[in-house]
């Protein structure tokens, strides 16, 4: 077992998922087969192989900090599920 | 020949002689769309009262003698690509009424180029898939075999191309997502090279990896809608500050001497023995025509997977960390709940299952204990990958090969099983992790009738050479002619 029913819900914690009881059940099979699959890349020596996370050679795009027009308040909270016009309004946080 | 037969170009020529105006073939496009949607469900939404006016602009540009090769000719844009007013779904439960307040960068260039919008493409929910199947609002079919996927993500754009319900759609392509669906409906997509097409406005899948480029039915009309699109965006920091060469001016410039390298790798067991055959038989239609076929050797090739199915949810379930139910998007709240049931069961409820498969996947990746074992180690990989494919191109032009192991499976037949879906992109997902540009070209059909694609990979930015094999190629062959009984 790569990763365990408990551990497959700690995981779910961490990403903000509430699992039903069966679909926890599939998915920590799901995971571990896939995992498995995984294995593969632990053959490989790679001691000394510096990472990519980006494939084009790009760094620092800076550009100036200037001031430029963003979108208006009653744009920006169109999509909101509540606002009160001025904010977006959330459940009770303490 | 109905105006839905025609190609981009074709009917760009009616529309530069005065044959047809553009609400004329924007009509005859939306009576195609209604005629061919109950059968492959290719959109998400259809908006035709945008389309006729973006139609009588375009007339009255032209009229003007104000028009370039897109000037009032219909298409479709993936649903993840951000249209201003026009609901963008990702076809995700979560964005099932998200309305953008902007256009993504390649939608506004597009627009300015006078495009008439038909409406928005069927996709994987969050282009995660490789059938269209894993969209919340049912599947695409495949317009030559409706029992088969359309392939995915991009699975709606590919359909409506090949349908005829659209000159062009632009998908987004992070393991396969364009070439993969283009290949199995007998239509053209490119993934250009990361960071050559803005990916501003693109709901992020795998930052690292995303990257939009257009599906057509021939290379020349891939040339007009690629010339639209790439270009450096002060919106997006990753795309690249460099030139966008003439690519109309790279389609003819033949492939006598051009060096194809052919991966040992990419021919091995597992290949449909009529995907193999199709593109053999292209490779030689190449050679016959002066190209040169080089044997070489991508050695970490079967590593591909393993590193994508780490880095691709990885990336997935930061991005995916937005939905959050506070902003934008589905947002549950149960009267007696406090913030953090919200996210749970806003989350819980919004994402279908392979989008939280893949959320689980890469939240696991990295987190604390597995982070080096399998983020790490994936990253160290992916510069082998990328090693692989530089030493390639010292030796060769391009790179070519089949597009997937087989042609389309039918729809159903791969649902139950993550790690068999997901080798639907073992030839495809390179690219992406090593950010080269990629094409597929149809080169045949199964005993099934189900279409079969050439890939054609190339070196950075060098998509001119992609466009000129992909030419060569379909100036001596007709498979892109031929259109399915539908």
């Known amino acids: 077992m790569k990763i365990s029913y408990e551990e497959a819900a700690h995981v779910a914690k961490l990403a903000r998922l509430r699992l039903e009881p069966a679909q926890a ?7 571990n087969d896939i995992l498995t699959n995984m294995d593969k890349l ?53 | 020949m ?5 190609s981009l170009a074709q009917a760009r020529e009616l529309l530069d002689k005065r044959k047809i105006s553009s609400v004329e073939l924007t009509k005859a496009l939306l009576a195609r769309v209604e005629a061919t949607e109950p059968r492959i469900h290719a959109y998400l939404t259809i908006t035709p009262e945008l389309a006729l006016a973006q139609a009588e602009a375009a007339d009255q540009a032209r009229a003007r003698g104000q ?8 298409a479709g844009i993936k649903d993840v690509i951000c249209t201003q007013g026009v609901r963008t779904t990702c076809a995700s439960r979560i964005l099932e009424n998200f309305v953008p307040p902007h256009d993504a960068t390649l939608v506004g260039r597009l627009k300015d180029a006078g495009m008439v919008m038909l409406g928005k493409h069927n996709m994987d929910e969050f282009a995660m898939g490789s059938s269209t199947e894993n969209s919340a609002f049912g599947p695409t079919q495949n317009p030559w075999d409706v029992k088969a996927i359309p392939g995915g993500s991009s699975g709606g754009s590919a359909a409506s191309v090949a349908a005829g319900s659209c000159f062009y759609s632009v998908g987004t392509d992070t393991g396969g997502s364009i070439r993969q669906p283009a290949s199995h409906c007998g ?72 060096r194809l390298g052919v991966p040992k790798e990419y021919f091995i067991a597992g290949l449909d023995p009529e995907v193999e055959k199709a593109v053999r038989a292209a490779l030689a239609e190449l050679e016959s025509q002066g190209a040169e076929l080089v044997e070489i050797t991508l050695p970490h090739t079967e590593y591909g997977l393993a590193v994508y199915y780490v880095i691709a949810p990885a990336e997935a379930s930061s991005n995916l960390a937005r939905y959050d139910g506070v902003k934008y998007g589905l947002s549950v709240r149960e009267k007696t709940g406090n913030l953090m049931d ?32 399998y983020y790490g180690k994936a990253s160290q990989v992916r510069t082998l990958l990328m090693r692989d ?46 950010g080269l540009p990629g094409m597929s070209v149809p080169c045949g059909f199964s005993s099934q009738g189900r279409p079969i694609g050439l890939q054609v990979l190339g070196p950075h930015f060098a998509e001119e050479t992609l466009l000129a094999v992909g030419q060569a190629y379909q100036q001596a062959t007709d498979h892109h002619t031929r259109r399915p009984a539908l």
Do not use: W
Request: a negative charge.
């Open chain 2, 2 to 6: 109905e105006a839905h037969d025609l």
């Open chain 2, 187 to 258: 239509v053209v997509g490119m993934k250009p090279t990361y960071g050559r097409v803005s990916r501003f406005g693109l709901v992020a899948f795998a930052s690292s990896l995303d990257q939009a480029g257009p599906l057509t039915r021939t290379v020349a009309d891939l040339a007009e809608v690629l010339a639209v699109i790439a270009g450096h965006d002060p919106a997006d920091s990753t795309s690249a500050p460099r030139p966008v060469p003439d690519y109309r001016a790279a389609l003819n410039r033949g492939i006598k001497g051009l």
């Open chain 2, 389 to 434: 494919f530089f030493n390639a191109f010292e030796k060769v032009d391009a790179i070519v090969g089949p597009v997937t192991p087989t042609p389309a499976f039918d729809l159903g037949q791969k649902t139950g099983d993550p790690v068999q879906m997901y080798l639907s992109d073992v030839f495809t997902l390179s690219c992406n992790l090593a």
């Open chain 1, 42 to 94: 632990g053959q490989l020596d790679t001691e000394g192989v510096p990472p990519t996370y980006h494939a084009l050679a790009l760094t620092g795009a800076m550009r100036e900090d200037a001031v430029r027009p963003s979108l208006p308040r009653e744009q920006s909270l169109a999509n909101a599920p509540a606002s009160d016009g001025e904010s977006f309004i959330v459940p009770r946080v303490i």
């Open chain 2, 342 to 373: 919200m996210y749970y069961q806003t989350r819980s409820r919004g994402f279908g299952p392979e989008v939280i498969r893949r959320i689980m996947l890469g939240t696991y990746a990295l987190s604390a204990g597995y982070y080096d074992a």
């Open chain 2, 67 to 74: 028009s370039g090769p897109l000037t009032g000719i219909p």
């Open chain 1, 25 to 31: 059940d599939k998915l920590t099979v799901e995971l």
